[in-house]
């Protein structure tokens, strides 16, 4: 028997023994193949979970997952202290009598210091929560660099003001 025969002569014993089943093979999965659902945000919420990253290269861009690594937790860690350095210096700034750039801060800082770091804070926060979750998509990424690059930025400005600013004298009305 020559090579193509013996494919052929396969072949066709496979059909044979495969019509003499009798029917279908039974399903062992009673849903549709799991893999082809990607993990969804509020699977996160609903048990453990393992997945700290993609499998595959082709699904790490919009992957949700149950677990995160420390970078992650460095990285927010490291906003959440600049966050409250900020608060810090910029209330040292207020109180050498310098005024707070930011309209809505400014707000908040007039109800008092302890409004105006719970909100800054609670703000943050949130924010952080919301780019921590949706981390493997690209506009969260940049979300969160661009976080730290601003409060890094911000920060090396207070201390600027800090070590060399003079104290702004302030003028009764």
Known sequence: MQPSQECHAFESSAI??????????????????????????????????RRTDARRDAERDGLYVDRYRVGD??????????NVADAYFTLDWVGRGGIEGNPLMSWLLGHGPFVFVAAKCAIVGVWLLFLTVHKNFRL??????????????????????????????????
């Open 140 to 173: 969260a990424r940049l979300g969160l660099k661009g976080l730290l690059l601003l409060y890094t930025t911000v920060l090396v400005y207070h201390v600027f003001l800090f070590v060399l600013a003079e104290p702004i004298p302030v003028v009764p009305l």
């Open 16 to 49: 044979e023994a495969e019509g003499a089943t009798s029917g279908p093979l039974p399903r062992r999965r009673q849903s549709a193949e799991r893999r082809r659902r990607r993990t969804r945000w509020a699977d996160a919420l609903r048990s453990p979970g």
């Open 73 to 82: 937790a460095i990285l927010l860690l490291a906003i959440v202290l600049i």
